[in-house]
Every structure is written in structure tokens, then in C-alpha cells.
């Protein structure tokens, strides 16, 4: 791994091994990656091929049967209790926004900090407001989710894990429910966020973004890694035959 951007850096995220079983079916089949500070990984590979799933792991919404999860080097807990503790230091965003139909996008983006991190609801607001600047969403604070279009309810979920000051973003096909015309206003915000070097791990269909924005590309098929790398190496030259074949049905020949 020599060749990672952040490779003197200390890892924030360590897959080891990591396997995850439904009933007989295999989703995890020995995963060994790690996530260094600052860096965004890409995962990438046909659907139902286990990135989804790394993803849950990750915050400990699935459970693993094999392996282990290091977060900032110390074992992700099995304790719900304990496991909520760390799961407030990463924010998630899903492929269907979850927002809260009730409450406008300030409210929406404001309501992690009071009701889990204690913050009075002056100050949460007030960063709420500020996020929502960041996204490009000030104009739309007081919007409801249905009076948003998809792109911007993504953009409100972004603010919403930003509010909570997490150390690593994890993407779960963030743009896959978007229309075509809305998508690049989503993968501009998280460019943004890779810029000023948030740690991020993306579970995406999108290839120029991962071409583009990836310092590192995880490649899966049926559970495993076939192959990762720095973006050149998997978009340019890949090394494994199922690599080209995945990228080449869409258009990347290399």
C-alpha cells in the first residue's frame, strides 16, 4: 500500500478479515482493507456484491461472524450500548435521505446535536444554519422534505451526519435515487468535503466520481476484494480479469 496519498498516516477504519454470513449465504468473504486518515475510498463492483453491507459494518448495523472491525485501532464493540457511542462518530448517508417528513431541513439537520450530543437548541441551529450554507441550502432552511427536490433532501442528510461532527463520512450509494440533472449537485458537495479532507468511504455506482475523487478503489465480486488500488491502477491498467470485465461492461476500457 505504498503508494496511497495518506499512507503515513494512522488508519481511522481497519477491515480484518471480515466475514458476514446470512444464514448460508456468504455477503463478506474475508475482507482485509483499511481506511487511513484524510483518505476517500471508493467502493465499487456489481450490486449484491457485499459493499453495501462492509458499509453496515462499519457502524455496527450488521454484525460481523468473522474477522474484525478497528476503529482508531481498538475493536468496534459488540455492546449496543458501546457501539452507539462510536457510531456517533461516523455519519452515514443512505440511498433514500431518511429525513424527518415533519420537520423543515433546519430542524432536520439540527436534531442529532440536542437530542444525542446534549446541544442547546440555540447553538444547534445555529450550526444547522451554517451546514445547510455549506451544502448550498441556506435558501431552503425552512423547506419541508417534500417541498425539496431529491438532490436537495441529500444534501439536507449530508448537513444532518456533518451536524454531528463525525470523523469518518460513510456514503451508501448517495446519488443512486437521484435524477440524472440533480446527481452532480450531490457529488460536488461531497468533492467539497474530500477537499478539505474529510475521511470518507463511498459505496457508488458513479465511476468518473470514484476515477476523480478516490485516493483508493476497492473492487468487489460475491463477497470479496478482487482487487484494489489508487484509481489510475483500477480505472487505467486493473489487474484482475473480473476488474476489466465489471469496468468495460460500462464503458471504462482503460
Known sequence: MSERKSAGQAPV???????????????LDGITVQVNKGEVMCLIGPSGSG???LLR????????????????????????????????RMGMVFQNFELFPHKNALDNVAI??????GMSEAKARERAMKLLEKVG???????????????????????????????????????????????GEVLN???KLADEGMTMVVVTHEMAFARSVAD??????????VEQGPPRQIFEAPHAERTRDFLGHLGWQG
Open 112 to 117: 442529532g446535536p440536542v437530542t444525542v450530543l
Open 216 to 225: 483508493w478503489v476497492v473492487v468487489f465480486d460475491h463477497g470479496k476484494v
Open 13 to 27: 477504519v481497519v477491515y480484518d478479515n471480515v466475514r458476514k454470513l446470512y444464514g448460508d449465504f456468504v455477503a
Open 137 to 183: 441550502l441556506a435558501s431552503k432552511a425552512l423547506n419541508f422534505p417534500n417541498g425539496l427536490s431529491g438532490g436537495q433532501q441529500q444534501r439536507v442528510a449530508i448537513a444532518r451526519a456533518l451536524a454531528m461532527e463525525p470523523e469518518v463520512m460513510l456514503f451508501d450509494e448517495p446519488t443512486s435515487a437521484l435524477d440524472p440533472e440533480t446527481i
Open 57 to 88: 459494518c462499519t457502524n455496527a448495523l450488521e454484525t460481523i461472524d468473522g474477522g474484525r472491525v478497528l476503529i482508531d485501532g481498538v475493536p468496534l464493540p459488540t455492546d449496543e450500548r458501546q457501539a452507539r457511542k462510536v457510531r456517533q
Open 189 to 191: 458537495v461531497m468533492k
Open 51 to 53: 459493499k453495501s453491507t
